[in-house]
């Protein structure tokens, strides 16, 4: 479906055509998920001049080098974050707010953690209309967010080279999980969603190892780059 012809406000057969054509044939399988992304206006989570994109099987480039993450990679990473009722659950690099009030919707009880104000400006006013019990803070993303630690599932939403050390011991030590992309070099090159599982095996959070799930490509989240190197 061509999004650029879409008429003004015919966003519900959007969603329609977005979980019928993009997310059910490509592995997604909890209802949650599904209804959600039936119900979200995902036009809403971005500019206006960007909302006839909000539908198309690709990311929606936002400013600074951000996205909204094309709605199969994020209704799959959301289900494997395996969300249950009551959990407590953070998404570092939330953007807009889109996969926070998914996983919301899956009964998450969700922190949202945003660096960028431009950002936190539609989530503020998307997010108490359909995920009102979603908790938004404004801080450095390779921070994480250590108050309200652990965390029973923690999804990082963009691509990154390695997970962040002071995310990882945040994690719930008795069956946390983590998900996230993990790029190939360039974000470009594609790279692999990943799912990360505190205390299995007896490893300790701090040495989580992530498993590659399935292939993908999103952008790189500019804030969790590595910083370059000094070099005489």
């Given at each position: 479906?061509?999004?650029?012809?879409?008429?003004?406000?015919?966003?519900?057969?959007?969603?329609?055509?977005?979980?019928?054509?993009?997310?059910?044939?490509?592995?997604?399988?909890?209802?949650?998920?599904?209804?959600?992304?039936?119900?979200?206006?995902?036009?809403?989570?971005?500019?206006?001049?960007?909302?006839?994109?909000?539908?198309?099987?690709?990311?929606?480039?936002?400013?600074?080098?951000?996205?909204?993450?094309?709605?199969?990679?994020?209704?799959?990473?959301?289900?494997?974050?395996?969300?249950?009722?009551?959990?407590?659950?953070?998404?570092?690099?939330?953007?807009?707010?889109?996969?926070?009030?998914?996983?919301?919707?899956?009964?998450?009880?969700?922190?949202?953690?945003?660096?960028?104000?431009?950002?936190?400006?539609?989530?503020?006013?998307?997010?108490?209309?359909?995920?009102?019990?979603?908790?938004?803070v404004q801080g450095p993303?390779?921070?994480?967010?250590?108050?309200?630690?652990?965390?029973?599932?923690?999804?990082?939403?963009?691509?990154?080279?390695?997970?962040?050390?002071?995310?990882?011991?945040q994690l719930n030590p008795?069956?946390?999980?983590?998900?996230?992309?993990?790029?190939?070099?360039?974000?470009?090159?594609?790279?692999?969603?990943?799912?990360?599982?505190?205390?299995?095996?007896?490893?300790?959070?701090?040495?989580?190892?992530?498993?590659?799930?399935?292939?993908?490509?999103?952008?790189?989240?500019?804030?969790?780059?590595?910083?370059?190197?000094?070099?005489?």
């Open positions: 479906m061509d999004q650029q012809s879409l008429p003004p406000g015919d966003y519900a057969a959007a969603r329609d055509h977005m979980v019928d054509g993009q997310i059910r044939p490509n592995k997604v399988i909890d209802p949650r998920i599904i209804r959600a992304m039936r119900a979200l206006p995902r036009e809403r989570f971005v500019p206006p001049h960007l909302a006839s994109l909000a539908y198309a099987d690709e990311d929606v480039p936002l400013a600074r080098g951000r996205a909204l993450m094309e709605p199969m990679v994020i209704a799959r990473l959301a289900q494997l974050a395996r969300v249950r009722e009551g959990e407590r659950v953070l998404v570092i690099g939330a953007g807009p707010g889109y996969g926070a009030a998914l996983l919301a919707a899956c009964g998450g009880r969700v922190t949202a953690l945003e660096e960028d104000e431009a950002l936190l400006a539609i989530a503020r006013r998307i997010l108490p209309e359909f995920a009102p019990g979603t908790v938004l993303l390779t921070a994480g967010q250590a108050d309200g630690a652990p965390w029973d599932a923690i999804l990082i939403e963009g691509a990154v080279r390695a997970i962040p050390p002071a995310i990882a011991p008795r069956g946390g999980r983590l998900v996230t992309v993990l790029a190939h070099g360039n974000a470009a090159s594609g790279g692999q969603a990943v799912l990360a599982e505190a205390g299995q095996h007896g490893v300790p959070n701090a040495a989580l190892r992530p498993q590659p799930m399935f292939d993908c490509t999103t952008p790189l989240l500019p804030p969790l780059l590595p910083k370059p190197a000094f070099q005489f």
